[in-house]
Nanobody, 121 residues
Framework: VQLQASGGGSVQAGDSLTLSCEFHGHTFSSYAMGWFRQAPGKEREFVAAISWSGGNTYYADSVKGRFTISRDDAKNTVYLQMNSLKAEDTAVYYC???????????????WGQGTQVTVSS
């Protein structure tokens, strides 16, 4: 499995940004997908996840109501729509995948390279 994240950038507080993650190497619909992030000097933390069918989604409390995870199985891509961005959302964002597990406390098997999101206040 190869995961290729993109869409990061530098924005102002209150702006929106959409991250994308392309999935390669296996059958995308067989994998639950998610996003983690790591801010400077902090531990990596769960952001959002979506089940194989897309019917179930999971969010960290810190992003509920602002971020939306979605998937497009025809494009083998998972998205993270981020609205009302805050300075504390600044981090490197990582795409993850797992064939058998999904949720907030899952240790996901596959990780992509990160994409930097910087929010200026």
């Amino acid at each position: 499995v190869q995961l290729q994240a993109s869409g990061g950038g530098s924005v102002q507080a209150g702006d929106s940004l959409t991250l994308s993650c392309e999935f390669h190497g296996h059958t995308f619909s067989s994998y639950a997908m998610g996003w983690f992030r790591q801010a400077p000097g902090k531990e990596r933390e769960f952001v959002a996840a979506i089940s194989w069918s897309g019917g179930n989604t999971y969010y960290a409390d810190s992003v509920k109501g602002r971020f939306t995870i979605s998937r497009d199985d025809a494009k083998n891509t998972v998205y993270l729509q981020m609205n009302s961005l805050k300075a504390e959302d600044t981090a490197v964002y990582y795409c993850v995948a797992d064939r058998t597990r999904v949720g907030v406390k899952v240790v996901y098997d596959h990780w992509g390279q990160g994409t930097q999101v910087t929010v200026s206040s």
